[in-house]
């Protein structure tokens, strides 16, 4: 074991992240895994890997305590992550078993609500990086997550990619969705943009 004279970092408690092939859950285990061997961190946080619903095969294999693995047809909104048979299954088992981690998975609606709020907020995400939102909201609604913990989302990729999956939530879902922004048409005239602006604030 190496030791380290650099000051210990404090970890967050929680770190979530997309699921899909599951090379980003792994890679993270083993980078906290040797932050925690060089006495850069004194403890482990807690991995949350989130999948889509229609791509659970890990979620799924979770919930059985890891006794078998589960492939399944990938069916979901979010195209990073949908996938059946994730390629770094067993070393993100590993991962999530040292870091008593947990994975769950959100919905398609679940995910693209977390996807409205995350753009909302002026960050802006991919489908697939929303989950980590949803995935909060699940461990926070089921008092794993406490009021007092200090979580990092991993958002992996940005808000241009599946465009058309953004249109459609925000233009074409009737009745739309709660975080729908509709577009709002105008003159193009900057007195227009200054009173929509206005009626907004």
């Known amino acids: 074991m190496q030791t380290s004279t650099a000051a210990t970092w404090a ?27 060089w006495g850069l961190i004194s403890r482990l946080p807690r991995l949350a890997a989130v999948q889509a619903a ?35 299954y067993d070393r993100a088992v590993g991962a999530i078993r040292e870091t008593d981690g947990v994975v769950l998975s959100a919905s398609d609606d679940e995910l693209l609500e977390a996807k409205a709020a995350i753009d909302a907020s002026g960050i802006g995400c ?46 074409q879902i009737d009745p739309p969705p709660s975080g729908a922004n509709r577009p709002i048409e105008i003159e193009a005239d900057l007195r227009e943009v200054e009173r929509v602006l206005q009626q907004k604030a």
């Open 11 to 37: 970890p967050p408690d929680w770190i979530v992240l997309p699921a899909g092939n599951l090379g980003n859950t792994a890679a993270f285990g083993k980078v906290l895994h040797e932050a925690r061997e």
């Open 54 to 88: 229609g791509a659970a095969p890990f979620a799924r294999s979770f919930a059985e305590g890891f006794s078998r693995r589960h492939r399944v047809k990938a069916d979901t909104v979010a195209s990073a992550i949908r996938i059946g048979d994730p390629a770094s």
């Open 126 to 171: 991919e489908p697939a990086s929303a989950v980590t939102l949803a995935g909060i909201r699940q461990l926070v609604g089921t008092g794993a997550m406490k009021p007092g913990d200090r979580v990092v989302a991993i958002l992996t990729g940005h808000i241009l990619k599946d465009p058309g999956v953004l249109l459609r939530y925000h233009q």
